[in-house]
């Protein structure tokens, strides 16, 4: 049962990732998710498995909402000021917009060392596949 819950999960996501994000995020977070699916494959505790669904699962609920209000706000059915708050600012054409996926993160929030070996390892990729620019 988990190897079919945790394949259509996977091919749920690399589906939402094709219809809603913009092609360097896409990139990014498709070779993130089959990292992390790949790296939970042999799990069997059904407490870890449990908690790892629930986790894709919200991301995946996440990314379609914002994906449909994009959408909505791009065909006019409502305001874009509203997707905007906490979304990341990309450059696309020359033109800086923002995609309505992520957010900001306050000065306040810590972050555990696991945490920030991951976001280490995130802005590497980021960086090596082109999404981010910048200088270190």
């Known amino acids: ?3 079919s819950k945790g394949l259509s999960l996977y091919k749920s996501i690399l589906r ?9 995020m896409r990139q990014l977070g498709d070779a993130y998710v089959k990292s992390e699916f790949r790296l939970h494959k042999s799990v069997t505790k059904t407490e870890q498995l449990q908690q790892f669904f ?7 609920t996440h990314i379609e909402q914002t994906g449909r209000k994009k959408q909505s706000a791009e065909a006019g059915l409502m305001d874009s000021p509203s997707l905007q708050s906490g979304s990341s600012l990309l450059q696309e054409n020359g033109q800086k917009h923002r995609s309505g996926f992520g957010k900001d993160v306050t ?3 810590t972050f555990n060392e696991e945490q920030e070996s991951q976001l280490r390892k995130l802005r590497e990729e980021a960086i090596k596949g082109g999404a981010l620019n910048l200088k270190e």
């Open 107 to 109: 000065r306040e929030v």
């Open 54 to 60: 629930t986790e894709w699962e919200k991301y995946l």
């Open 1 to 3: 049962m988990a190897r």
């Open 16 to 24: 939402a990732h094709s219809k809603y994000l913009p092609m360097e």
